[in-house]
Each structure stands twice: as structure tokens, then as C-alpha cells.
């Protein structure tokens, strides 16, 4: 089934300052909206067109005559977890269930967020960091390009993008200002405790 | 003895319009200039390898110990390739290939159009952070190619004569998305010059 562009769940204007609306046009309209309309010319009329993105995303990976369709596939899943990812006012602690699994698999929140911090700023080149639940363990992974736990056999809870296209027009060159300020403000973590909920 | 960040050949504006001065700025002195200091903090344990040049690195990168080498792959490939890629470019440069290397894309391409149509789809055909190059092979044939990240040919035995960085921090300021009219302005500002000496090195 063709897979359909989401709306952003917010307005352009609503993550600024943190992230500015121009990014977000270019990011959603452009840049995700790319991504579904090749992934939809790619599956059309193939066997993959009745399959679901997630099942396309696993099926695809490692395959190397269908890197284009798995890039574009993974693109399109990848930033529309993005966008629910964030909200206006985000950002604070996680509370609940969530809470108390990071504590138990990380030590502390400021453990947690110190290793996505860093899954972040050294995930060279292009590509993401997460949040995962794997085997029944939180972990915080990075993936380049379009890769996401999902091809891997992991449950995504939270991603952040880090290719220069999410940040560059707001922080040029500093993405670990960015990567701050989306842990610091952004995180939507009512959405990531609803992941958490549904993956256990 | 430490690398060392190299000026740009030409001041921050000089490839405008098409490369504004704010991207130049940022991309010499921040982008480069990280990929160099992290290079040097990497190699400071390891004194046999500060002597030897960014070039000898970078093809030799596969006999590097096994703790430096995604370092100097990803930030001595950084030092590397934008130091070749700032002299490939100059201002009141650009137009039609001369010298040697005008007749080498012809011999090899049919002729321009067609060359940078297959330079400019090897560009955009990268997925992800990358560079794309004019390379002579390591059988001595000229090809496109391109590369994730900050690899380089040199790595694979092939000489880079050309190559465009298409990495977002090289264009996004002033192209956004726009990665295609990115690629097709850039050979407004080429130096074939340049590129003449580099060919004339490949062939040695």
C-alpha cells in the first residue's frame, strides 16, 4: 500500500527556537516528503507494494539489489517517528515504567542522556541515534544513513537525526548544541513511554 | 609534527555566488579545521605515524594499527580531502576543460556534457555524506566515482584527480535539499589548472 507523507504534528513554528520553521519545511516538505515519493515509485507494482513499510524496511535490508528501496523506505519510517519524537515544551524526565527501566539499565537519567549525547555527536557522517528496547534491555545505538533498529530486530523508542540537513540552517557545524537542546527541550516523552508501554 | 590546517587559496567570498562565504568560513575553518585537530589528538600516542604525510596515511590507512584507524580513516580522510578539495576550486575559474585533461574526458567520456552528467549522477547518487571524484584507476583508466563519509580513493589504490564534497555542510546553507543545482553550479568555480596537475601526478 502507498505509504502517505504524515503532517508534521505541530506547527512549522512550534519548536522554535530550538528548531527554526524554516528547518522544519525544508525537513518535512522536502526532505521526508522525497523519501516517501521515491519509496512509493520504487514498490509500485512490485510484490513489496502490499506490504506494510515496516515489513518492506526488514525484508530489504542487507539486500543489496534493494538499497534504494530499503534507504527510501527507512527514510520515510525514520522521520515520521522523528516528527512524534518532538513536541513544544518537550524535553524534562521521563516518569512511570520508563523512568524506572532507564534507572535499572542505565545507571541514572543523566547516564542515559549522557550516552545518547554521545551516540549522537559521534555518529560520523550521516545517520541517527536511538533509544531501543533489546531483549527486553533499554540500550542507546547509532545507525548511519537510513539504518534503524527496526532492520536490526529492535524496538525503537526514541530517535534523534542527526544528518546535517535537521540542523545545519539552526547550528551550522555544532551539532552537539543541537543534540543538547533536543534532549534538553524537545523529547516528546509521553510518545516514548507509549513505545515503551506497547513494546513490553 | 602536527598537520596543519592550510589557508584557503583565495578569501571566503571568492567563489560567490555560487559558493556563498558564510559556507566557505564554516566548512574551512570549523569543518576542516575540527577534522584536523581530532587527527592530531589521535596520532600524539603514536609518534611513527606523525611524520608520515596526510597522503601516505590515507593510502597506507588499510596497514594502520587497528586503534587508529576508523580515527584517521574518518579525520586524516577530513584533513585529506578538503585539502585537495579547496585548490580544485577558484575564483573567475569554471567552463570548459583544457590541457590534458580535456582530452582524457573526451577519450574516455565521449565528451564533457557527458562526463559531468556522469559526475553530477554519482554526486547525487551518494547516499548519505560522501564525496564524488574524477579518479585514475589503479589499471590507469579514468572513472567517476564516489565516496561515503571522508573515504578517498587513494585507500582502493586510485588516484583522485577531481572530486566534489556533497556533504549537506557543503551546500546546505545557500542549496538547502537542493543537492542537484548544488552540483550543477559547482562547475562554475573549477580550476582546471588544478586539475591538470593533479592529472599530471596521476600519470607519473
Given at each position: 500500500?502507498?505509504?502517505?507523507l ?10 522554535a ?8 519545511k ?18 509500485e507494482?512490485?510484490e ?13 535490508y ?14 520515510a ?46 555518529q560520523?557522517?550521516s ?30 523508542l526514541?530517535t ?24 534538553d ?8 513511554a ?5 513494546a513490553? | 609534527?602536527?598537520?596543519e ?20 568560513q564554516?566548512h ?19 609518534s ?16 594502520l ?13 577530513g ?5 585537495i578539495f ?7 575559474a569554471?567552463?570548459?576543460?583544457n ?19 556522469r ?6 547518487g ?16 579514468l ?10 580513493p ?7 584527480i ?30 582546471w ?12
Amino acid at each position: 500500500m502507498a505509504y502517505e507523507l504524515p503532517p508534521l504534528p505541530y506547527d512549522y513554528e512550534a519548536l522554535a527556537p530550538h528548531v527554526s520553521s524554516d528547518t522544519l519545511k525544508f525537513h518535512h516538505d522536502k526532505h521526508h516528503a522525497a523519501y516517501v515519493t521515491n519509496f512509493n515509485k520504487m514498490v509500485e507494482g512490485t510484490e513489496l507494494a502490499s506490504q506494510s513499510i515496516e515489513e518492506v524496511i526488514k525484508a530489504t535490508y542487507g539486500d543489496s539489489s534493494k538499497t534504494g528501496i530499503f534507504n527510501n523506505a527507512a527514510q520515510a519510517w525514520n522521520h515520521t517517528f522523528y516528527w512524534n519524537c518532538m513536541k513544544p515544551n518537550g524535553g524534562g524526565t521521563p516518569t512511570g515504567a520508563l523512568a524506572d527501566k532507564i534507572n535499572a539499565d542505565f545507571g541514572s537519567f543523566d547516564k542515559f542522556k549522557e550516552e545518547f549525547l554521545a551516540a549522537g555527536g559521534t555518529q560520523f557522517g550521516s545517520g541517527w541515534a536511538w533509544l531501543v528496547l533489546d531483549k527486553g534491555t533499554l540500550k542507546v545505538t547509532k545507525t548511519p544513513n537510513a539504518e534503524n533498529p527496526i532492520a536490526l530486530g529492535q524496538v525503537p523508542l526514541l530517535t534523534m537525526d542527526v544528518w546535517e540537513h535537521a540542523y545545519y540552517l539552526d547550528y551550522q557545524n555544532r551539532r552537539p548544541d543541537y543534540a543538547k537542546t533536543f534532549v534538553d527541550s524537545l523529547i516528546n516523552w509521553d510518545y516514548v513511554a507509549e513505545q515503551f508501554a506497547a513494546a513490553k | 609534527m602536527a598537520f596543519e590546517l592550510p589557508s584557503l587559496p583565495y578569501s571566503n567570498d571568492a567563489l560567490e555566488p555560487y559558493i556563498d562565504a558564510q559556507t566557505m568560513q564554516i566548512h574551512h575553518d570549523n569543518h576542516h579545521g575540527t577534522y584536523v585537530s581530532k587527527l592530531n589528538a589521535a596520532l600524539e600516542k603514536h609518534s611513527d605515524l606523525q611524520n608520515k604525510s596526510v597522503d601516505e596515511l590515507i593510502r597506507d590507512l588499510n596497514t594502520l594499527p587497528d586503534a587508529v584507524k576508523t580515527v584517521v580513516r574518518n579525520n586524516g580522510g577530513g584533513h585529506f580531502n578538503h585539502t585537495i578539495f579547496w585548490t580544485l576550486m577558484a575564483p573567475n575559474a569554471g567552463g570548459e576543460p583544457n590541457g590534458a585533461i580535456a582530452q582524457a574526458i573526451t577519450d574516455t567520456f565521449g565528451d564533457f556534457e557527458n562526463f559531468k552528467q556522469r559526475f553530477n549522477d554519482a554526486g547525487a547518487g551518494q547516499f548519505g555524506s560522501g564525496f564524488v571524484w574524477l579518479a585514475r584507476t589503479a589499471d590507469g583508466k579514468l572513472d567517476v566515482v564516489s565516496t561515503p563519509n571522508q573515504d578517498n580513493p587513494l585507500t582502493e589504490g586510485h588516484f583522485p584527480i577531481m572530486g566534489n564534497d556533497v556533504w549537506e555542510h557543503a551546500y546546505y546553507l545557500k542549496y538547502q535539499n537542493r543537492r542537484p543545482e548544488y552540483l550543477k553550479q559547482w562547475w562554475n568555480v573549477v580550476n582546471w589548472n588544478e586539475v591538470n596537475n593533479r592529472f599530471a601526478q596521476a600519470s607519473r
